[in-house]
């Protein structure tokens, strides 16, 4: 396994961003209308000028057709200093995808980048072991990480026994690391506590639970000599983002808190040390 880069006392840690429209959420997008209107570039704009203002690079997991949409997005992540990571061309969770559509989306992605991309995250962290599928797809394309596994179990996603520290994925299991395997996991952030394991990394959980909680997991992971991977939402930082009628529990999910995103990541980009996953592995030289 590979531990956190040392930086004087402290050690780096990995910040991304889902950047994706405020409709592709899974407890969304079947409620959007259909002359929504997008907000990507808005939201990525302040994205950006937040991070400038914490200087700190992150790796923007990106939807394909907001690149095909809108070109520009790639050109503005990476003058800012950011890395440029894979999100489904869709955002369509691999449970309702195929290994042939799977490659198909990685082809049309890969074709509007201007550099390699090599790392991905499945929308709605749907990688599992009935998904497992997508890894060959992945190594066959030249990829170098994943990072979609909560190595918990929630209502929509989760790996209940994975590793909470990152490891080579097994194409067997992807509960289990092979130190044969060309492709790392870097699983999602979450806290042991009282037998379980408390989901951390952001999103809902950076809304939900009390900030300091979310810290103690960070610090207890770097501890042990490892990065946690956290993650926010571009749309989460959208003050005037569209709130659909979705339920009680899915406008629960989607919309608590959401006004204190910015502040509560402020909190955590300034007591910890950040960087991207491209500048991370170069740091600590990893390769299979």
């Avoid at 690079?57 to 894979?86: M, R």
């Avoid at 179990?153 to 395997?181: C, F, H, I, W």
């Avoid at 204190?260 to 996953?277: A, G």
Wanted: charged letters at 25%.
């Amino acid at each position: 396994m590979v531990r956190a880069q040392v930086v004087g006392k402290d050690l780096y840690n990995i910040l991304t961003v889902d950047l994706e429209e405020w409709y592709h959420p899974e407890y969304v997008k079947d409620k959007a209308p259909r002359n929504k209107r997008g907000r990507a570039i808005r939201n990525l704009n302040t994205t950006l000028s937040f991070l400038r203002r914490h200087n700190v690079s992150a790796t923007f997991f990106v939807v394909g057709e907001l690149v095909y949409q809108h070109p520009e997005i790639c050109e503005e992540i990476l003058e800012n200093g950011h890395e440029i990571g894979f999100h489904g061309y869709y955002h369509e969770p691999l449970w309702k995808s195929t290994e042939e559509k799977f490659r198909l989306e990685i082809s049309k992605f890969d074709s509007l980048m201007k550099e390699g991309c090599i790392g991905f995250r499945a929308p709605s962290f749907s990688l599992k072991n009935e998904t497992r599928w997508a890894l060959s797809v992945l190594e066959d394309a030249g990829y170098k990480y994943d990072s979609s596994i909560f190595p918990t179990q929630t209502p929509l996603y989760g790996v209940r026994n994975a590793p909470m520290k990152p490891y080579l994925l097994s194409k067997e299991d992807v509960a289990k690391e092979d130190k044969s395997s060309k492709l790392w996991e870097f699983p999602l952030l979450v806290y042991p506590l009282t037998g379980f394991r408390v989901p951390m990394a952001g999103g809902f959980y950076l809304r939900f639970f009390p900030v300091n909680l979310m810290e103690r997991a960070i610090k207890k992971l770097n501890k042990q000599g490892f990065p946690a991977v956290v993650f926010f939402h571009s749309w989460e930082l959208d003050r005037e983002i569209p709130k659909l009628k979705l339920g009680l529990y899915r406008s629960f999910v989607t919309y608590y808190n959401i006004k204190k995103v910015e502040t509560r990541l402020k909190r955590i980009l300034s007591n910890f040390r950040y960087t991207s996953f491209r500048n991370y592995i170069e740091l600590v030289g990893l390769s299979p």
